[in-house]
């Protein structure tokens, strides 16, 4: 195990991403993008992307040098054309949009056509709900849940993000999560480790319960987050973030490989202010959230978290003591460094 | 048990809650909404109320003659006073008002304030889907969620209800889900019934899951779906429906019991049209229906459904042959009408 700092390690990853194509501006945001997401412990959403990022780009599946552009610009909606390139910039051009929107008339709504990977979902709720403004990120993705009684899937398990805005020095509440019970990462990792995984997370490839995690990858059928519910909140998304944005949704959505756009996302913004004082507002949710906070502890719980507290704490201790990356991963990362000629940091070896 | 026809169920429930003390607009709306419950087969939020609805009414905990009214009325939002009455009414309006902005702008985002329960929260999304706008109801209500590691509940059940538009003669796609794994109706059964509840469902006194649905019943603690992410979701409507709103929330929320009124709701409209043609929507939402409807079955499944598609095949069977009735609800109805003076329908005995 190596620990990196985070930033050399954004420095190489805007490096890598800028030999692998991009536009610096886009590599500079992605790395920043990726690093992020390791800062708040969401490794499936870190540096160990650039490996598929860049063997995507070379393959010209996704376009490295899009030309983002709004393609419509009304009172309170707006869509943005994708152009096939990753999803970091247009989503968070759609979020700005939907945050100009909102000031000025409490809503906004955008949508992003055309797209691909956007990385962690929380990355756009929460600019906007430190601003004062509730947020909501929701993107399609490649086909991974079946609706219940199939055994293919049918819509992605599709993240919603949702940002709320509490009185500084409090941070946003942020709930960022995908529609399977668990990440599809949580379970390459159980095959990687020849370790079975917990009933309920997983189908096999005839659509029934299994426990052998590596059944659950070549059947690649996610369990739904609350059954029916999440699989019917991923169709949502497939709709809001797919179809209505005109990009391809369902058994064509596609993350990470059709040049022309793969998925779509939509951002929501919403003033508070409209519906009654600021101050009345973040009062309310201080006192929920210390309400919540102080519900007396069941036997064996040792604390109770707001949604984006644990990913707060990590960032604190991973800013001070670094981003812990596997031998594994690093000797890939270097590996691929050397290809494109970049010099690692290094604590990458 | 007993079948009875929905016209007169319906216009029995009007007469008693008018005889309740509801003006009659506001009872023939009430007992509509319940009947539609019936319907769909949702009994839980159907005729059974009527005995919760007047016994409130009569003790004043609910306003019977509460004055309605719009008390902003911006370009894209709005906010409608419930002035402590049921949530029927006004959370109709606000749907009214957010189909309105939605048509002129493309979204509207319209709250209400100080109401309390509403029925069941596909009421208010089938209509504007109908008319061909997406549409987002959400409600918060009586604590009954615990968050991860807690032993009491702080925030409510919170349905989420989405409407998805599709080319008739396909009715709109109906996504109604409360946020714990399971209805508190179904674990009432189970407990007058003398019968266990599986893992999942419940907690105990002390925060641990059970299996005894009387202990369950007397913790009042449900499971979220999908753990944290049903728990934050209805969280995130504790802030949507009620503090936004300037309703009571979390503990202070009350569906049932403040004359001042006790929970918020939250409508949200958009216009598809808005962000491509409106045949495209239409094509793509069709395209998705029909492949989620064509996967390939799991062994032992015995058809597909799509969100709102079992309360529809229920709505066609319980119009046609009348709507059940359980010997002991007949009987607790005959009584409450008697006692008001109501005559019940001869099928209720």
Redesign the interface.
């Known amino acids: 195990m190596r620990v990196v700092r985070a930033e050399p390690l954004e420095a190489f990853a805007a490096a890598v991403l800028e030999a692998g194509g991009l536009v610096p501006e886009d590599a500079r945001l992605t790395a920043r993008s990726l690093v992020q997401a390791n800062l708040r412990g969401v490794d499936s959403h870190g540096v160990l992307r650039l490996i598929q990022y860049v063997r995507t780009l070379q393959a010209g599946a996704v376009k490295a040098r899009p030309t983002v552009r709004v393609l419509?610009a009304?009172?309170?909606?707006a869509?943005v054309d994708a152009d096939g390139g990753y999803g970091y910039r247009p989503a968070r051009l759609a979020m700005d949009l939907a945050v100009e929107r909102a000031r000025l008339?409490?809503?906004g709504?955008v949508?992003v056509r055309n797209s691909h990977h956007f990385g962690m979902a929380a990355l756009y709720v929460i600019p906007p709900a430190e601003q004062g403004f509730?947020a909501v990120m929701v993107t399609n993705a490649s086909p991974l849940l079946?609706?219940?009684?199939?055994?293919?899937a049918?819509?992605g398990n599709n993240p919603w993000a949702?940002g709320?805005p509490r009185r500084p020095p409090a941070r946003p509440?942020v709930?960022d999560?995908a529609?399977s019970?668990v990440a599809l990462g949580k379970i390459r990792l159980a095959a990687a480790e020849g370790r079975p995984i917990p009933p309920g997370w997983a189908?096999d490839r005839?659509?029934?319960p299994t426990t052998d995690a590596a059944e659950a990858l070549r059947a690649g059928l996610l369990a739904p987050?609350?059954?029916?519910?999440?699989f019917?909140?991923a169709?949502?998304a497939?709709?809001?973030a797919?179809?209505?944005?005109?990009s391809p949704?369902?058994?064509a959505a596609d993350a990470h490989g059709r040049p022309a756009g793969g998925v779509g996302h939509l951002a929501l913004a919403?003033d508070?202010g409209?519906?009654?004082p600021r101050e009345?507002?973040l009062d309310?949710?201080e006192?929920?959230a210390s309400?919540?906070l102080a519900?007396?502890?069941?036997?064996e719980?040792?604390?109770?978290?707001?949604?984006g507290d644990p990913e707060y704490r990590r960032e604190e201790e991973r800013r001070t003591h670094g981003i812990p990356i596997s031998d594994e991963l690093a000797g890939q990362l270097v590996a691929l460094a050397r290809e494109l000629g970049v010099t690692p940091p290094a604590e990458l070896g």
């Not at 009304?74 to 909606?77: C, E, G, K, N, P």
């Not at 079946?146 to 293919?152: K, N, Q």
């Not at 719980?301 to 949604?307: G, V």
């Open positions: 419509q009304d009172t309170v909606t869509l008339h409490g809503v709504v949508g509730l079946a609706p219940a009684g199939g055994r293919e049918r819509v949702f709320i509440l709930l999560m529609l019970q189908l005839e659509g029934r987050a609350g059954g029916y519910k999440g019917g909140l169709l949502v497939e709709v809001l797919g179809v209505l944005t005109g949704f369902g058994l919403l508070p409209r519906f009654g009345a507002f309310g949710v006192r929920l309400d919540v519900t007396p502890l069941a036997p719980a040792d604390r109770i978290e707001l949604p």
